[in-house]
């Protein structure tokens, strides 16, 4: 797999928020866990693997493979695969045609990472 990370800025401006959601539209989220476990599309709310799909497996605040459900594996704080982990230093990668993009993250300190909330905030409603 041909690997290339592009760094996202931590604070996001409405210019660069726009190029956010183009650059990510349509990757896949993967978990970094021994199982490598998907955790859906960035794609709009109207697709079945989207983690902006409030009905769907993966964007459900009360689905157990959602990492909106902060009673889930992927969704919990303190789990170390979750990109609400800020302290997790193997967050969930974003890939795109075959190449990494970057990390879905809240910790603040990792290069290359953009925080769920922040890619919900300005992707939910563009994509």
Known sequence: MKVRVLF???VVNLAHGNELC???KGAKIFAQDSR???LGDISNGYQSKSIFNDFG???NEFSSESIWNEFSK???EF???S???EYLSAPPVIIKNGELLGFLSTNENMKGAVSPSVLKAYCEEKL
């Open 8 to 10: 996202f800025a931590l």
């Open 22 to 24: 183009t650059l990510v």
């Open 36 to 38: 490598q476990t998907y």
């Open 57 to 59: 497996t993966y964007g």
């Open 74 to 76: 992927f969704g919990n």
């Open 79 to 81: 789990n170390p695969y």
């Open 83 to 85: 990109p609400f982990n």
